[in-house]
């Protein structure tokens, strides 16, 4: 019984086009985040958001916009989808941002590819 | 340079052996984290360790963080064990992020 729910599992999208991935959690978590993993690369960070206020942004392009309409979802909005951006992409949580002494609990991924 | 090294890059056992995987780190760091991935791509938090030696079942890691580094110990392999086993650095920003390696992929062996 997954507590971290994504949405989509796959999506084929066209280069130019807009997507928006969705991620809820159950575990009453308070800090969410969106990490990339693209082929040959390690899991990159994206974005961290906690009580729903972002936290930190490692990600160059504005193309990426993550949505918080309420504490436990955060949605990533993609717009002019570039093949570039192909990849898996997974939303994650933790009770506390500071992760010294938290587990970090990963979604199983949406995985975007980019046509 | 990468931030977080891992090694070996790939390591094949016979189900019943000892594995010892290795994670430096080229910066100052809070804390450690070690993760498995499984063959189809999800994600598991194994350890979050920010000294010292954690055991859990057939998995011990152990980290020096004055000396950057962690070792994740696999005793026992079984075939199960087999995927990608990632650890990540937590910097002092407390922003929840975490900086991966590339990770070691295991193969165990029947």
């Known amino acids: 019984d997954p507590k971290i729910i994504q949405k989509p599992k796959y999506l084929v999208a066209v280069t130019g086009s807009e997507k928006i991935l969705i991620c809820e959690q159950y575990l009453g978590h308070n800090a969410m985040y969106w990490y990339r993993q693209s082929a040959k690369k390690p899991l990159e960070f994206m974005f961290s958001?906690?009580?729903?206020?972002?936290?930190d942004n490692q990600t160059a392009s504005s193309r990426f916009q993550p949505q918080s309409s309420k504490k436990n979802h955060l949605d990533l909005q993609i717009t002019a989808l570039k093949p570039d951006d192909s990849a898996t992409y997974f939303c994650?949580?933790?009770?506390?941002?500071?992760?010294?002494?938290?587990?970090?609990?990963f979604g199983h991924g949406t995985k975007l590819s980019v046509l | 340079g990468q931030q977080v090294q891992q090694s070996p890059a790939s390591l094949v056992l016979q189900e019943g052996e000892n594995a010892e995987l290795q994670c430096n780190f080229s910066?100052?760091?809070?804390?450690m984290q070690w993760f498995y991935q499984r063959p189809e791509g999800s994600l598991v938090s194994l350890f979050y360790n920010p000294s010292g030696t954690k055991q859990s079942g057939r998995l011990t890691s152990t980290t020096v963080i004055k000396e950057r580094r962690s070792s994740l110990h696999i005793s026992s392999s079984q075939i199960t064990d087999s995927g990608t086993y990632l650890c990540a650095m937590v910097d002092n920003t407390n922003t929840g992020k975490l900086t991966f390696g590339d990770g070691t992929v295991l193969t165990v062996k029947p």
């Open positions: 994650a949580s933790s009770q506390d941002p500071n992760l010294s002494n938290e587990r970090l609990f």
């Open positions: 958001y906690s009580y729903q206020k972002l936290m």
């Open positions: 910066t100052s760091l809070n804390s």
